[in-house]
């Protein structure tokens, strides 16, 4: 059974930097994506970025493009998110989720069958 932990968010005031983990265990990610996504209080969970575990092809949201960095570490396994330039539209619950490779890259949320239980980033102004 996949299992996925983050870690790292907290309070922290706009343009400053934050660095997430999502710690992965039970299984192999050699065909897999590990997707970053985050819910503001009364919107839907939305896409902010996603990188093949193998390749390590990234993606992102136009919305945090330029600000944030999706990395991973085959040997910790375990994938990042690196949030710089933060302003108060970034505070959200960030959860990290895995998806299965098939072809087509997974932005959307349906495509991922593993998810982490979340951790709130709230930036100040």
């Known amino acids: 059974q996949v299992q996925l932990v983050e870690s790292g968010g907290g309070l922290v005031q706009a343009g400053s930097s934050l660095r997430l983990s999502c710690a992965a265990s039970?299984?192999?990610?050699?065909?897999?994506?590990i997707g970053w996504f985050r819910q503001a209080p009364g919107k839907e969970r939305e896409f902010v970025a996603t990188?093949?575990?193998?390749?390590?092809?990234?993606y992102y949201a136009d919305s945090v493009k330029g600000r944030f960095t999706i990395s991973r570490d085959n040997v910790k396994n375990t994938a990042y998110l690196e949030m710089g330039s933060l302003i108060p539209e970034d505070t959200a619950v960030y959860f990290c989720?895995?998806?299965?490779?098939?072809?087509?890259?997974?932005?959307?949320?349906?495509?991922?069958?593993?998810w982490g239980q979340g951790t709130q980033v709230t930036v100040s102004s």
């Open positions: 039970g299984g192999t990610f050699s065909s897999d994506y």
């Open positions: 990188i093949y575990w193998t390749g390590g092809s990234t």
């Open positions: 989720a895995a998806a299965r490779r098939n072809g087509v890259v997974p932005l959307a949320l349906k495509r991922y069958e593993y």
